[in-house]
Structure formats: structure tokens, C-alpha cells
């Protein structure tokens, strides 16, 4: 925050090299994510967080949840991708650029996806799992929940832990339910 005063106090222009991506987030108006020396995308933090051109962007910048899957349907901005593990996916792209049958991936940041006991109602994205592991880290839990059976996919999902003395409502081996909105998750290119 000091160098961001300093800038905006001597209104000049700064380069900062870095690889920790808190630092990066927090100081840049306009970021550049390189990858061997090539530039691969630039933008606001936001952006690049938000909306990343491909999967080596969207895991270099914060946690994601990868997930395989083929395009099942386009209906203008609406993409329904079919994954082995969480079934069918339902997401709100952009102009998406994707046809039936193409190979794609779904990014699903942690801090995006529900966490409950019961099955939600109302909601398309929605898959059932057993916790294999919760990590407490403070501002935060980790859960990492297995869909798919013991053969399928781990994902993670991130809890805000809100109050100090708040009983822990999930533990290990919990059958629990995640979901999604249709503008959480972005389809990638495999």
C-alpha cells in the first residue's frame, strides 16, 4: 500500500517483477502474466483472476478446480458441458467460442462453491460428494470434497470462518452436497 501511495502521490508509472500473486493483485492496475519469458495475457487484476485465457493462467493466479469435460450444448451464452465426475455443467460465457463435442475444461475457483448437508434446491450445478480433508487456515477452512466415488475427483472449497467460536459444521467422511451458479465457473480450453 505504500508503494501504491507513492505512485499516485508522484503520479508516475511503476514495474514491479514479482511472483507472489497477493503482491501483484493488490498493487497493480494492470497485470501481465508471463510464461517462459512470453507474455500469455495483461489486464486488471480482476480480469485475469475473473476471466483467464487459459488453464496455465487461471492456476498460476490463485486456487482452481479443474474438472475435463466435452460441450454438450450452446444456447447463446449459456454452455452445458458434460464432466465424468460432476455430470452435467451449466455456465454463463461470453460470446463462447465453443462447439458441441469440443474438449474443454471448467475452472471453478474454491471460494465460489456452496457447501451443505442437504440437497440444494433451485440450483443447476449442483454434485454430491464425501469430505476426504479439511485444512483450518485462520481467515479460512480448506475442505476437499471426492465426487465422482473413491475413483473420482477431488475438489476444493474454500469457507470463510466468519466467528471465533462457531462449532465446525462439517468433519471428514460427511456426505455433503456442492453447488454453483452459472457464473461461478469458466469454461477453458483444454
Known sequence: FELMDLQSELGLTFMVVTHDQDEAMTMADRMAVMDHGRLIQIGPPDVIYEAPTNRYVAEFVGDINIMEGHVAAVEGDLVRVETPFAGRIELDEEAPAFAPGAPVLVGLRPEKIDLSHDEPAGTVNKVAGEIWDIGYLGDFT?????????????????????????????????RVWLSWDIEAGLVLKP
Do not use: H, S, Y
Request: positive net charge; hydrophobic residues 45%; proline residues 3%.
Open 142 to 174: 480448506m475442505v476437499q470434497v471426492m465426487i465422482g466415488g473413491d475413483q473420482g475427483q477431488l475438489l476444493k472449497v474454500a469457507l470463510t470462518n466468519r466467528t471465533r467460536r462457531a462449532a465446525r459444521p462439517f468433519a471428514w467422511e460427511d
